[in-house]
């Protein structure tokens, strides 16, 4: 099966870029996504990237993808305090999409 | 439609209780999916249903779990016999076939004592 890790925690000052990474270890994970989850609430989706694609860009969010290494990265460009949540990758496939998640990454805003 | 509701959020039951959960998920989303997180962890896939149809189960969904989505829209999951190590949050997701976008619940959160 899949190991999805990503390191423990981040803390970034407002203002700055924050950059959120991610390692997998299998190759079969046909979409990479990275979800965001604040105390109390459901998880939001925040983008994807095809297994194809190298990179995405959505507003504050970037995307990379390093197929050859099997790493992933979130940068969140402009951080604001409330970014401050846990991000958690995760991979899906083709057949049912069940998603595999990381431990998450709590990211700390500070003023 | 608010999205995907589960219910109860909290439930605090005694060892060897048997526990229901429900999930009603987005309307018209054929997919509805069970996934479990424990404190400090990320979600883990239980078991997942097409329509009615339940077509995985992970190997942690143990003899004692039991889900179901009878008429197609909403689901159940039952834990009969609870143990210390069932305590955790218990998420619920629905999604349109050929729609990469899982929608999550709040989630229930299980305490068993």
């Known amino acids: 099966g899949e190991d999805v890790e990503q390191s423990l925690f981040l803390s970034v000052r407002e203002g700055d870029s924050s950059v959120i990474n991610c390692t997998y270890t299998d190759s079969s994970s046909t979409y990479l996504y990275w979800y965001k989850q604040e105390p109390g609430a459901g998880l939001q989706l925040l983008t994807y990237?095809?297994?194809?694609?190298d990179m995405k860009q959505d507003q504050r969010l970037t995307v990379l993808l390093n197929k050859k290494d099997k790493h992933l990265s979130l940068r969140i460009a402009d951080t604001q305090t409330g970014d401050s949540a846990i991000y958690f990758c995760?991979?899906?496939?083709?057949?049912?999409?069940?998603?595999?998640f990381g431990g998450g990454t709590r990211l700390m805003v500070k003023p | 439609d608010t999205g995907v509701s589960q219910n109860p959020r909290h439930k605090i039951t005694k060892r060897g209780q048997n526990v229901t959960f429900r999930c009603d998920p987005i309307s018209e989303h054929n997919r509805l999916y069970w996934y479990r997180q424990t404190l400090g962890q990320g979600p883990e896939f239980l078991t997942y249903f097409q329509n009615e149809a339940q077509l995985e189960k992970s190997r942690l969904l143990s003899d004692r779990f039991s889900a179901e989505r009878p008429k197609g829209s909403f689901s159940t999951l039952e834990i009969q016999r609870t143990e210390q190590g069932d305590s955790a949050m218990y998420l619920c997701?629905?999604?349109?076939?050929?729609?990469?976008?899982?929608?999550f619940g709040p989630g229930t959160r299980l305490t068993v004592l």
């Open positions: 990237i095809f297994s194809n694609m």
């Open positions: 995760a991979g899906g496939s083709n057949a049912g999409n069940m998603l595999t």
């Open positions: 997701a629905s999604s349109l076939v050929g729609n990469l976008e899982q929608f």
